[in-house]
């Protein structure tokens, strides 16, 4: 049973693995991408996520698990037979070929020959009805890549894999792109599985996105969810920018009260993600954007019931709608801090002393067992799996 009313999910992945000799690039991985959605498998260079989309294909021959479509288990089906089509980031037109042709070509192959309605409404779709006739060549990256997915959809797949389809574009064109994607996907209503190894890509197009690194989910989630309640250091500063300040648990109760840097933390007890008992240690969290950053004299204002840190601002840059402070303090170094540009306050310049402060709630806590340095620019992995690229 396929039809529309299955309400199973539209690609499940169970103890799906792909080994190559003694090194597995995917560890046994159950996967459920829920019918309709746009799901994006979001990890550095080599964690994983073509191999995966390759296997949910058929280029791929799993080690070891199940791919179904629907309730179809399609692990034995050669990639044709499957209902899945895929973009690439060489989107590879036809170069001999115009727009109209290029759309129609899957039709054609499958010996239909009234194409007219369906390319019509696939140049309508990706808003290049005006580019029928003209080459590849002729077009933008952005437009050839708007081919790419049209020549991929005429066929009504069940399902459309797009791998890093953005990465030849530049980063403008790939923000426009990416909300142009967006909506086709929310126009035609197909499940989308996008990869990508850009964070900010994921969370702007994705329903739920799942975190790959080496080779396994590490999180699966809602971007915000994702970015509000990280369960790994991993996964803390892949996402975004993560404060990551090592403590000592002094009280563990609803709240949880931790000692760093000779000062006191609070936190609430359901946004910790690893066990707290008193004694133990505890990574504590906070995004930089949820920081406050006052000048040491008027500390005093500051209202009670904050999380307080006092440190001396390193570093300043100016971003427009917001200036980053670098903060070192006795509870850590490097401490990020984002404020927007509202009123600035001149005093904020390198070498002032100052307190950052932020509500409690906004704070998570992580097993202090992590590397603090996961899935930062300076994790050396990530520096190997770049080199690798
Ligand atoms: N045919 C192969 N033989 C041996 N190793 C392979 C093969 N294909 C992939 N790998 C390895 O498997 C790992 C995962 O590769 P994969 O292409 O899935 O990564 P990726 O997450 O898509 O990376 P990128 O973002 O660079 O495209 C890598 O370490 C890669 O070197
Ligand atoms: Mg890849």
């Keep these: 049973m396929t039809d529309s009313t299955h309400t199973g999910g539209d690609v499940r992945l169970s103890g799906i693995s792909k080994s ?32 995966t989309l390759r296997m949910i294909a058929g280029l791929e ?34 170069p001999h070929l115009n727009i109209y042709e290029n759309i129609a070509f899957g039709l054609r192959r499958r010996g239909i020959t009234s194409v007219k309605k369906q390319v019509g409404e696939m140049l309508d779709l990706v808003q290049l009805g005006d580019k029928a006739s003209h080459k590849p060549h002729q077009l933008s990256g952005g437009q050839q890549q708007r081919v790419a997915v049209a020549r991929a959809l005429i066929n009504h797949p069940q399902v459309l894999l797009l791998d890093e389809p953005l990465g030849a574009l530049d980063l403008k064109l790939r923000r ?35 975190v790959m ?8 989630g809602a971007p915000a969810d994702l970015y509000e309640n990280p369960r790994t250091t991993f996964v803390a500063n892949f996402l975004g920018t993560s404060n990551l300040i ?46 406050t950053l006052a000048h040491a004299d008027d500390a005093g204002a500051i209202a009670g019931g904050r999380n307080r840190v006092t440190g001396r601002i390193v570093d300043t840059s100016f971003i427009g709608v917001s200036t980053q402070y670098v903060v070192d303090s006795p509870a850590g170094a490097a401490l990020q801090v984002y404020e927007q540009n509202i009123e600035r306050d001149s005093r904020l310049a390198p070498g002032a002393e100052v307190v950052l402060h932020w509500n409690p ?29």
């Design 20 to 51: 190559y000799g003694s090194f597995t690039a995917v560890h046994p991985l159950d996967l459920t991408v829920p019918q309709g959605s746009f799901f994006a498998l979001l990890g550095a260079s080599g964690c994983g996520k073509t191999t």
């Design 61 to 94: 021959e799993p080690t070891t698990g199940t791919v179904f479509l629907g309730d179809r288990d399609v692990t034995d089906l050669p990639p044709y037979k499957r209902p899945v089509n895929t973009v690439f980031q060489s989107y590879a037109l036809f």
């Design 176 to 210: 426009r792109m990416q909300l142009e994607l967006k909506r086709i996907q929310t126009e035609v209503g197909i499940t989308f599985v996008h990869v990508t190894h850009d964070q900010e890509e994921a969370m702007t197009m994705a329903d739920t996105v799942a």
């Design 213 to 220: 690194n080496g080779g396994r989910v590490e999180q699966l």
């Design 246 to 291: 090592e403590a000592e648990v002094v009280e563990a109760a609803s709240d949880v009260v931790v000692t760093a840097g000779g000062g006191t933390l609070r936190l609430p007890a359901n946004r910790c993600s690893a066990p707290t008992t008193t004694g133990g240690r505890l990574l504590v969290g906070v995004r930089p954007e949820k920081i």
């Design 361 to 389: 709630a906004h704070t998570f806590g992580l097993d202090a067992a992590q590397s603090v340095l996961a899935g930062t620019v300076g994790d050396a992995g990530l520096d190997e799996a770049e080199d690798a690229a």
